[in-house]
């Protein structure tokens, strides 16, 4: 089931990405450790596995993770994110390096074309680990508050990003923006994602672990926190909280959609903070929008500390697992309502 290859020629393939250290305080960004811990291929379902229903059938998912952690800097992920989209829409282009050898056509190469060889484990893994010539949907990851709550993004934003980078810089887009080539020119303030983050997020819910969908360990609700009705981070307004690696992410008041989900652990949330998170997030949906695809892209915002003994890791590596195989679900749905499968 779950990551049973139904439709034979069909695959679907998902591009990760998570930030590096952010500053001194955090050496260890949770959005990498939990990233570059993931498989190659979404596992099958466990037997026991938790779910508020029975799993749809989908084909393989192929989790594509960006090989390293992405440097907090608006510069990096500026250059960074037409890069990891152009195999998608680029036929020619391919992130695959070129042949070292110069001569076009070896004897080498020439006895492969007429002899059969059995596939090595070792040829299977480097094929797997080979970049897909598009990716169906991506997920970006990122650090926030210290409140154990994991929030899919619904929404990105272009402008009002005072905060300086791990570098030091400031985005200083407001000089950009009245030039032609100014790489945002004639996209909107907000960019959404089209994936149907109420439908995902019921699916997800439905994949946690137990106790994460409610309550906390102690059965009670959470507090709200300094920053309610403010939108800001940890410390409120911005200010010292951290917003996916040290802005002010919205984790409080009207950001978390609906007030049905106090106490609950996985969330929608309607403001990615307005840092490199945020960030990311619009630089990925504007580099779709510009090129008239679907935004089928997320952000998952977790909790900055790894936890106790790495505690926060392994559930957002158990979590990481279950959204992208409701993404996927709710991708394959679509399909059949399109009448593309």
């Not at 790489?183 to 994949?207: F, H, Q, S």
């Amino acid at each position: 089931m779950g990551s049973t290859n139904v439709y034979s020629d069909e695959e679907i393939n998902v591009l990760i990405t998570g930030f590096g250290p952010f500053k001194k305080e955090y050496p260890l960004n949770p959005s990498w450790e939990i990233a570059s811990r993931l498989p190659a291929i979404l596992p099958p379902l466990r037997a026991k596995q938790p779910s508020t229903q029975k799993p749809p059938l989908i084909p393989r998912v192929n989790l594509h993770v960006h090989p390293d952690p992405i440097r907090v800097s608006y510069k990096t992920v500026r250059e960074l994110i037409p890069k990891l989209w152009a195999p998608t829409f680029d036929s020619a282009s391919t992130a695959l390096a070129e042949p070292t050898s110069e001569a076009p056509f070896s004897e080498q190469d020439a006895a492969a074309t007429t002899t059969t060889a059995t596939t090595t484990e070792e040829e299977e893994e480097e094929e797997e680990q080979q970049p897909p010539k598009k990716y169906d949907f991506a997920i970006h990851i990122g650090m926030a508050g210290p409140q154990p709550r994991w929030a899919i993004e619904r929404l990105a934003h272009r402008d009002g990003y005072a905060l300086r980078d791990v570098d030091g810089e400031f985005l200083r887009d407001k000089e950009n923006q009245l030039k032609d080539d100014w790489v945002w020119k004639g996209c909107p303030a907000e960019l959404r994602t089209d994936l149907d983050l109420d439908v995902i997020l019921e699916k997800w819910r439905g994949y946690a672990p137990p106790g994460l969908v409610a309550g906390t360990r102690n059965g009670g609700d959470e507090k709200e926190g300094k920053g309610e009705g403010k939108g800001g981070g940890e410390e409120g307004e911005g200010g010292k909280g951290v917003d996916g690696n040290g802005g002010g992410a919205k984790w409080y008041g009207n950001d978390i959609k609906g007030g049905s989900n106090k106490g609950k652990k996985l969330v929608i949330s309607e403001d990615a903070g307005r840092y490199l998170c945020d960030f990311i997030y619009y630089s990925s949906l504007a580099e779709l929008y510009k090129r008239k695809a679907e935004r089928k892209v997320v952000f998952l915002h977790v909790p900055c500390e790894v936890g106790k003994d790495g505690e926060y890791v392994r559930i957002g590596q158990e979590l990481m697992l279950g959204l992208v195989r409701s993404v996927a679900e709710w991708l394959v749905d679509e399909r059949k309502r399109k009448g593309d499968l």
